[in-house]
């Protein structure tokens, strides 16, 4: 081992030891307050810690491996993720905090059933510590390269650090741990820029720019891509249910809007800082297929062994910060909706210790997945989302802008579309870059959701349903239409560029979704529940 190894470790260790001591810390409030949402208590400044945590550290991570491969366009991802938040911020936090929403399976289960569910904390719950175990590669690279120790080594020790400071805890645990991240992140910005300017430069950056200006155009990752990031990051503001858990532990509303606003701008340096570094990595050590590996064997070369070892523990918390988050969340999908999908009379004490059970599941499974695939983050991402998204994007819609969606059709959407974007995903080889007929197949599987959700409420309530077609309310429905007719009409005119670029997927699912969203105005509600709230009406 090296001494940069000796001095990644020790610094692991005891930062370890604080994170295990936080924990058990927190083991108190967590039973005064409440295990799962930390008693709603949160002021602006804990939210604003968790999500940059949350989604600043794991972008952070992408960025520096991504600005290695194709330069400055990796900034495309940092603002997609920007995005998110603020549209969270702005639209999403206040009606879901009303609601008090735990989980987004929560959310489909209180409407739809025992079977909604089960079926959606399931899936959801399977897809977090393949997340966790995405990012958790990224320590583990460094791990791997100072020591020798080798990567599906490092990730099981992540894995079970989670464990050991969750299970005490709960949010509380997540609300210090994020916190004390925070202040790692701050060292590690110092001592990268510290590093930047030892080697290559501000000259060394010049002289990369004009041998290598491919690096430096905005379009280098590729349009599919890029397109792919923002699809992604917007599909998942109904559903990112790791960050609304966090969030929604807010005192009010308006304490988790600013707290995410806050999160927001917390989030730009990481952007800058992870494409700066990754670029500097680039030069330094240029023949490296993998940013992650490369990234420390840069440090190597200009910073002294302590240095190296503090900037790595700075990786290792932005590894934790989503980890932690991902796995609890995880859990609580397992342990909370699926055991009281399962055991409906379970107390709340009982689903606690559900998910603490689900806490040792989900670490067992982050140590396999980390055993199967350790060296590609990006495949387990992929999977991940494509579960996901796939199964419980429609019926979140279904929940939140169209109650006349059937139980019948909720169930049958997220098994449909569940698996017929891991069959698309079959199809294609299981390859993390290259698809079936060149269409990702989170496309797939989330049309195949909100096709299979909207046609069986159809069918189902056929009879029953009120048409909306001329009324003034039903503008947004032709609108809707228009707005897919018109997608449909470029999809003709340009298709095979378009399918060359990969956007084929995203063009369809845009076609679908326009019908989706008219179908949901142009019948907004059923004879049967307009008569029911015309009694109501007549009774008061």
């Known amino acids: 081992m090296t001494s940069y190894g000796w001095w990644l470790i020790l610094f692991a260790v005891v930062y370890t030891f604080g994170l295990i001591a936080s924990g058990q810390s927190s083991r108190k409030r967590a039973n005064k307050t409440g295990y799962f949402v930390g008693g709603r208590t949160f002021n602006k ?16 991570i992408s960025i520096l491996e991504l600005s290695y491969l194709t330069g400055v366009s990796a900034i495309w991802y940092g603002v997609a993720e920007t995005l998110q938040v603020l549209i969270i911020a702005f639209i ?6 009303e609601k008090l929403v735990v989980t987004v399976s929560g959310l489909i289960g209180e409407r739809y059933g025992r079977a909604a569910l089960g079926i959606g904390g399931a899936i959801t719950a399977f897809a977090f510590p393949m997340w966790s175990v995405a990012t958790a590669i990224a320590f583990a690279s460094a791990v791997h390269v100072f020591t020798g120790i080798s990567l ?3 990730v099981a ?14 949010m509380w645990s997540i609300a210090l741990t994020q916190t004390m991240n925070f202040f790692v992140f701050m060292i590690m910005f110092i001592i990268g820029i510290l590093a930047f300017f030892i080697n290559p430069g501000i000259d060394g950056l010049r002289s990369f720019a004009a041998s290598n200006p491919e690096m430096f155009q905005l379009d280098g990752a590729g349009i599919q891509v890029i397109v792919a990031w923002f699809g992604t990051f917007l599909v998942n503001v109904i559903l990112a249910q790791a960050a609304f858990q966090m969030a929604l532990s807010c005192r009010t509303p308006e ?3 600013k707290g995410l606003k806050l999160a927001a701008v917390f989030g730009i340096p990481f952007i800058f800082l992870g494409i700066l570094f990754g670029i500097s990595a680039a030069i330094v050590v240029p023949d490296t297929t993998l940013g992650l590996v490369a990234l420390p064997q840069y440090l190597m070369e200009v910073l002294p062994a302590p240095l190296v070892g503090l900037f ?10 989503w980890g932690a988050p991902c796995q609890f969340s995880g859990a609580t999908s397992l342990g909370k909706d699926v055991g009281g999908a399962l055991y409906p009379k379970a107390t709340s004490e009982q689903l606690i210790t559900y998910t603490q059970r689900s806490l040792l599941v989900l670490t067992g499974l982050m140590i396999i997945f980390g055993m199967l695939r350790t060296e590609q983050a990006a495949w387990w991402n992929i999977l991940a989302w494509t579960m996901r998204n796939s199964a419980t994007f429609a019926p979140v819609v279904a929940v939140l802008f169209w109650r006349v969606a059937t139980k019948e059709a909720v169930i049958g959407s997220m098994i449909f579309g569940f698996l017929s974007g891991i069959t698309w995903y079959h199809l294609g080889g299981w390859a993390p870059n290259e698809f079936y007929l060149n269409i990702h197949p989170v496309w797939i599987g989330m049309s195949a959701n909100i096709s299979v959700l909207a046609l069986i409420t159809l069918i189902q309530k056929a ?6 077609f001329f009324s003034a309310k039903s503008k947004k429905g032709h609108y809707a239409l228009i707005a897919g007719t018109l997608v449909l009409i470029g ?7 378009i399918y060359e670029y990969g956007l084929l997927g995203i063009f369809l699912f845009l076609i679908l979704m326009s019908l989706f969203i008219a179908t949901i105005i142009y019948f907004p509600t059923t004879n049967v529940s307009s008569s029911i709230k015309q009694s109501i009406a007549k009774a008061k």
Request: with cysteine; net charge neutral; hydrophobic share 50%.
């Open 45 to 60: 400044w804990i939210v604003a810690f968790c999500i940059t945590g949350l989604f600043s550290g794991s972008t952070f």
């Open 92 to 97: 999403i936090i206040g009606p879901l905090r």
């Open 152 to 154: 599906t080594l490092s």
């Open 157 to 170: 020790f992540t894995a079970f650090l989670l464990y050991l400071y969750l299970k005490a805890g709960g």
């Open 255 to 257: 304490e988790g809007q």
């Open 312 to 321: 790595f523990l700075g990786i290792w918390a932005c590894a934790l910060s």
């Open 463 to 468: 009879n029953t349903l009120e048409y909306n």
């Open 491 to 497: 999809l003709l005119m340009n298709f095979q560029v």
